[in-house]
């Protein structure tokens, strides 16, 4: 049985980083932005099957240049039969 986990993050980057950093987040799995601000902050999702997965993933967007802080807004986990919906045929 796999876990569902999925992480909102809110992620402050340096002046003139902000292309440079979205494009690495883009390329890492189960990562995507939403939204970026012309001041430099980005919104952020983590997706992964395990909660070790996506804090992994949130610590490692530190490693990248331009970054400045990268904060967990959002949290939530569950193992994917109980969350899944059964429709009706």
Do not use: W
């Not at 012309?38 to 530190?62: H, K, M, N, Q």
């Amino acid at each position: 049985m796999s876990d569902f986990n999925i992480c909102g993050v809110l992620i402050h980057v340096k002046n003139n980083y902000t292309v440079q950093v979205k494009k690495n987040l883009l390329s890492r799995a189960g990562v995507e932005v939403h939204e970026m601000t012309p001041e430099g902050r980005l919104i952020v999702t983590i997706e992964g099957e395990s909660s070790a997965y996506v804090a992994d993933t949130l610590t490692g967007f530190y490693k990248i240049e331009g970054v400045l802080s990268a904060s967990m807004v959002y949290q939530f986990s569950d193992a994917i039969a109980d969350i899944e919906e059964v429709i009706p045929v």
